[in-house]
């Protein structure tokens, strides 16, 4: 071993020294203070990527307790704190989407079959196709059920019932058109009943026809058409609440007062 390597070693100390040997235990926060050694202390010293670092998604709720958020926490460089960052730039904390399963597709199934039941009817009466009895044969039968100005009525009655049903079908303005509909219904409901001595349900006598087809109109009023219409992306057309229960009154109000008022 040469000179110059013996200078870099440092000097022995005596055992019999009077200074005692320092020991990290003796006081713990010099350690903190100490030189960094070129060793490998932290995760930092890896210099990896922040996207090793992503944890998995956690989900929360706000301040209100309603609105779940999705975050991803990332330990930032200097790894002392973790800052919450958003899933993606720009991205929406606000409440997922609800998954509609096969909700949107029975609500479809419905209106078509709705829709198509009262396009048939409309037909029968203003063309007298499918064996319908035509408009004469319409003006005549609300004559005999007391109507007043049965022409005009026979002519709004077969219009509606079509103008109704295609609407249903395309999902247009929907609660307004099952409102018209249910309308239609209950004139036709209260009509078959008055035909007939006491409750008469079972066809072809019977109302159960004429009450499944208000139910359903019912139905699609209350629920909205789903998605897959042309009022599908609007708001209450998914989720409807005081409009739909407005459309329903309007409906059977409509039914009754042209049963009272319009004989």
């Known amino acids: 071993m040469t000179d110059k390597a013996k200078d870099h070693l440092p000097e022995p100390t005596p055992h019999n020294a009077a200074e005692p040997v320092s ?9 903190l203070r100490r030189p960094r050694s070129s060793m ?20 929360g709720y706000d301040d209100s307790g309603v609105a779940p958020t999705e975050q991803l926490y990332r ?10 960052v958003g899933v993606e730039e720009g991205a929406s904390t606000g409440p997922a989407k609800a998954r509609r399963g096969s909700l949107d597709l029975g609500l479809l199934v419905l209106r078509l079959v709705v829709g198509a039941t009262m396009v ?12 319908g009895p035509g408009m004469d044969g319409f003006e005549a039968m609300l004559a005999d059920a007391g109507y ?12 509606g019932e079509v103008a109704a049903g295609a609407l249903l079908i395309l999902g247009l303005l929907t609660p307004l058109a099952a409102a018209a509909v249910l309308a239609i ?32 109109a019912a139905v699609i009023v209350l629920t909205g058409p789903g998605r897959i219409a042309i009022d599908g992306t609007r708001g209450w ?21 042209l049963w009272l008022f319009g004989r």
């Open 237 to 257: 057309a998914t989720r409807p609440f005081l409009g739909s229960f407005v459309a329903l009154l309007l409906g059977v109000a409509g039914g009754v007062c």
């Open 40 to 59: 490998l202390e932290s995760d930092d010293d890896l210099d990896l990527d922040n996207s090793a670092f992503d944890r998995p998604a956690q989900y």
């Open 185 to 216: 219904m209950i004139n036709a409901w209260l009509f078959r009943q008055s035909a007939e001595p006491g409750l008469q349900y079972f066809a072809p006598d019977g109302v159960e026809y004429e009450t499944l087809l208000a139910a359903t």
């Open 120 to 131: 048939v009817h409309g037909l029968q009466k203003l063309t007298g196709l499918w064996g």
């Open 75 to 84: 330990y930032e460089p200097g790894g002392a704190t973790a800052a919450a």
């Open 23 to 31: 020991s990290p235990y003796d006081e713990p926060t010099l350690e």
């Open 148 to 159: 007043q100005r049965p022409a005009l009525l026979a002519v709004l009655g077969a219009v």
